[in-house]
């Protein structure tokens, strides 16, 4: 893999260890390639985290995987249903592999939890080196980049 590529990898994770969400982390990683400036890729991506708003359904490193596909290949045309079916492609793809790298696309699934939590648990947790230690959190975050590296890379032939 190119270096460029196996650096935002390592971007992804260090953002998660500086405190960002795992969708923000991910997405924080490439943005800039698609002409998102940083403080707008934070915005766009917080909510999507804790498995979408702390609820424990998609894990958010999955949610930035699908963000990070719309970038690349979204349509933008309401009416181009080609585009749209192209773009599904790629997310089925990702989600694919990220289910087959790490068991689930489920955040409640990933955490060993019994699914998602109710409405209205919506207290971030606190990061401490225990969080940390429990939480696989560091290493779906790079599996999610890598695995948009390596599409990236598949797309552009190198």
């Known amino acids: 893999m190119k270096r460029e590529l196996e650096e935002r990898v390592s971007r992804a994770v260090s953002y998660f260890m500086e405190g960002y969400g795992c969708c923000q982390s991910v997405v924080l990683a490439f943005s800039d390639l698609y002409g998102l400036d940083a403080e707008l890729a934070k915005r766009v991506a917080a909510g999507f985290g804790g498995g979408i708003g702390r609820l424990r359904m998609m894990c958010g490193a999955v949610s930035g995987l699908v963000m990070l596909a719309g970038l690349d290949c979204g349509q933008t045309e309401g009416s181009d249903r080609a585009g749209k079916s192209a773009c599904y492609k790629v997310v089925q793809e990702l989600l694919a592999q990220s289910k087959k790298a790490n068991g689930s696309l489920i955040c409640a699934e990933l955490l060993g939890l019994n699914g998602p939590v109710p ?16 939480r ?23």
């Open 119 to 134: 409405m209205g648990d919506y207290e971030a947790s606190e990061r401490t080196k225990e969080y940390y230690k429990q």
């Open 136 to 158: 696989p959190c560091a290493a779906k975050v790079e599996s999610a980049a890598l695995i948009f590296a390596e599409y990236l890379e598949k797309k552009n032939g190198q």
